[in-house]
């Protein structure tokens, strides 16, 4: 990728070696199968219902058609308010390549649910399209909210870092995922951030809003 550095490329190179790995490991039945079977028993004689009805509202956090466009607009008031177009462009190539990414990888693989049902078109289990959203919006979303003024955006910011966590655990907890589907959300999620963070900045510096610019300008005077 043109314009990245070399810690960014050795960051999304170990990312999609690792997703690669457990691919592997779920096409061909590997040790990381039965530690998946092992986990998920565990998690089954664990749940709570209250908790777990807590866990499903949080699963709707990386529910792609409710996430990815409340992701753009508010990429898109950023950059308005900013008068610059790299949050919305960032925003915009993340979305596509969580979409190409997840769908593609799910047809490839095929992985029946937990419940043992058989993928129909495109909805695999593996990647996990939950934590892959969740890890790619609210990743991105932290990176914008991070560079506006004032006090309360690195707070947002970090609040914002947490909710991948807390929606693979939830997809673990409510038995929606295999855990290697969960993992493998995150090393993809990853390195869709990077690489739309990167790809972004190919557009040019001086890519502006004017509309927003002369607000700004009006304001100040």
Known sequence: ??????????SVAALLTGLALIGWQVITGGALVHLDITVRHYLLAAQVTPVRWLGLAITYLGFAPLAVPIFVAVAATISWARGSSEPLVTAVLGALGLVLTVLTL???VARPATDGRPPSVLSGAWPSGHTTTATVVYLLLAAMVRDEPGPAPPYAAAVLRCVPVFVGLSLLYCDYHWLSDVIAGYLLGGAIVISAQVLARRFPPDSRLPLARRTASQNRA
């Open 1 to 10: 990728m043109l314009g990245a550095t070399r810690r960014e490329l050795l």
């Open 106 to 108: 799910k047809a490839v």
